[in-house]
């Protein structure tokens, strides 16, 4: 199927208000700000990047960095001076270093780093050092899947090396499927981070493959009748509707901008475009099943990407 824009006319905005004004309502669960946030670098040209994005959400949330610096091999006094010279990034924030892990396995230190330090979120880069030695930036890297597989708490990626960064920020893309358990909490995460004075997009893409192994996983029959542009846009909206609306209620009771935006296409490659095009901070929900389609189009999403992404 190939990929085909919904535009934003009268029609498509009266049945997304439809839908939305027609919807169960749901809860936005609570975002409880992190008061500690491990930030991971790694000695590469990614470290000014996360160093960028952890001042950013530091800031916002006043929060604690937590930083460590987890390579097997260095001593003590390298590693402390390579953190100490990233602490003079964090302008303002509260920086402590994190205790030395003895793991030789990277991704075992950074687990291990936010338990000790019971971080809320882990700032990190994607691929992290030691994988992009052999696997070069087109990959997403073992270590960074590995600590997203057990983090349990939202990991910010950077993706491209440089400082300027922050700003996306302020334009989350919140990519959302209308039958995912964790949309919810996605939305309520976003909002957390960019707060009243953000500009936010919420972005359903709708992948007829995609849409089927929701329908089988949910026990409905797949009718390849309903996979068609028209069919699926329609099933999308009314499935929206509660998330819509929620979305909506939330904007408009903190005077935010929001923009909700449906697209026919395949869904990684729509998502990293529309992320990568505007330089937004993508916000994905990353599923609970590790083993699942779902999980795994959210990390292609992520290998894609040139733009942060925040995995909720």
């Known amino acids: 199927m190939s990929e085909t824009p919904i535009d934003d006319d009268l029609h498509e905005a009266m049945a997304r208000f439809s839908a939305a004004a027609n919807a169960q309502p749901i809860e936005l669960p609570p975002f409880e700000k992190p008061a500690r946030i491990l930030v991971a670098f790694d000695q590469s040209n990614q470290d ?58 990277p991704a075992d230190r950074l687990i291990d780093a936010r338990d000790a330090a019971n971080a ?54 919140i990519k959302l499927h209308v039958r995912q358990a964790e949309a919810a909490k996605a939305l309520s995460t976003a909002f957390g981070v960019g707060g009243a004075s953000a500009s936010y997009r919420v972005l359903f893409v709708i992948d007829a493959g995609a849409m089927a192994e929701a329908m089988a996983l949910l026990g409905q029959e797949v009718d390849k009748a309903k996979l068609t542009d028209q069919a699926l846009l329609d099933d999308a909206q009314a499935a929206a509707g509660s998330l819509v609306a929620a979305a909506q209620h939330w904007a408009m009771d903190h005077k935010a901008g929001m923009k909700v935006e449906f697209k026919i296409g395949s869904d990684p490659d729509v998502t990293a475009r529309e992320g990568n095009d ?29 733009v942060p992404v925040l995995m909720v």
């Open 48 to 105: 000014e990047a996360v160093a960028a994005l952890a001042a950013g959400i530091c800031t916002r949330f006043s929060a604690t960095a937590v930083t460590t610096l987890a390579r097997p091999g260095l001593d003590v006094d390298t590693r402390r001076k390579h953190l100490e010279s990233m602490h003079a990034r964090l302008a303002g924030v509260a920086c402590e270093i994190a205790p030395q892990q003895d793991d030789d396995d």
């Open 120 to 173: 809320g979120m882990i700032i990190m880069p994607a691929p992290y050092l030691e994988d992009l030695k052999t696997l070069g930036r087109d990959s997403v890297g073992s270590t960074a899947e590995r600590v997203l597989a057990r983090a349990k708490v939202p990991v910010l990626f950077a993706r491209e090396p440089g400082d300027k960064v922050a700003p996306a920020l302020n334009k989350p893309l």
């Open 278 to 306: 505007g330089g937004h901070l993508l916000v994905l929900p990353c599923p609970a099943d590790r083993n699942s389609g779902a999980y795994s189009r959210a990390l292609t999403v992520l290998r894609l990407s040139s």
